[in-house]
């Protein structure tokens, strides 16, 4: 089956500091993914779809100049948390769509805990 | 735009008796309707979906129901078991970009 991962599993850093995300599709090449926020015992918040070659797509209210999504190629997308703040602290997870399942299927990495000091 | 409502937050049952969660949609073009799993800490899994042409599916002991007049969808899981304990989450979308809404997602707790 189409796998995702995503590094690094789990960050700390200090407030004011950069945090770059990488997600990657391991056995298949992804055009499309998209980057959610999930706080604890909350729903999967959809921040931006990443187009391969292209800029993301924003959600509403989701700051881009503060979470820089780049997708350079078909098995690549990073976030960067510019200037992090504790607010920020949170769970990144990635999910890609495989050219191999349905249209509609998605893929999930295993998430990235993010805590700001 | 999309809203998906999800209930019950929480659902607590013992082994063995069945469970079921329930969304509702807003979009009537949603044709879409997947159901994810997510155990703690890890990453949702896709464990069974449903196009609008059919109105039920089923995968051993996980069957999904979907009204589209009534625009509900419906997870039943029978038998349930411990390892069924984790969060439920239901979404929809629609054809065209098939970007998921996801509702606010259902803590099952099944108790041995």
């Known amino acids: 089956g189409a796998v995702v991962s995503q590094h690094p599993s789990r960050v700390i850093c200090k407030s004011g500091t950069s945090v770059k995300i990488e997600c990657r599709s391991l056995?298949?090449?992804?055009?499309?993914m998209f980057w959610y926020r999930q706080f604890p015992k909350k729903s999967l918040m959809l921040m931006a779809t990443s187009n391969e070659g292209s800029k993301a797509t924003y959600e509403q209210g989701v700051e881009k100049d503060k979470f820089l999504i780049n997708h350079a190629s078909l098995t690549l997308s990073t976030l960067t948390v510019t200037s992090a703040h504790p607010e920020d602290s949170s769970f990144y997870i990635c999910?890609?769509?495989?050219?191999?399942?349905?249209?509609?299927?998605?893929?999930f990495g295993p998430g990235t805990r993010l805590l700001v000091l | 735009g999309e809203n998906v409502e999800q209930h019950p937050s929480t659902l607590s049952v013992q082994e063995g008796d069945s469970a079921v969660i329930k969304c509702t949609y807003s979009?009537?073009?949603?044709?879409?309707f997947p159901w994810y799993k997510q155990e703690l800490g890890k990453r949702p899994q896709l464990i069974i979906d449903?196009?609008?042409?059919?109105g039920e599916k089923k995968d051993q002991r996980i069957a999904v129901t979907l009204n589209k007049t009534a625009k509900h969808f419906s997870l039943h899981i029978t038998e349930t078991q411990p390892e069924d304990s984790a969060v439920y989450f239901c979404?929809?979308?629609?054809?065209?970009?098939?970007?998921?809404?996801f509702g606010r997602g259902t803590s099952l707790i099944v108790h041995p």
């Open positions: 999910s890609a769509r495989s050219p191999s399942g349905t249209q509609e299927t998605q893929y």
């Open positions: 449903i196009r609008s042409n059919v």
């Open positions: 979009d009537s073009a949603s044709n879409y």
């Open positions: 056995d298949f090449q992804a055009t499309t």
């Open positions: 979404a929809a979308s629609a054809g065209g970009s098939y970007i998921p809404t």
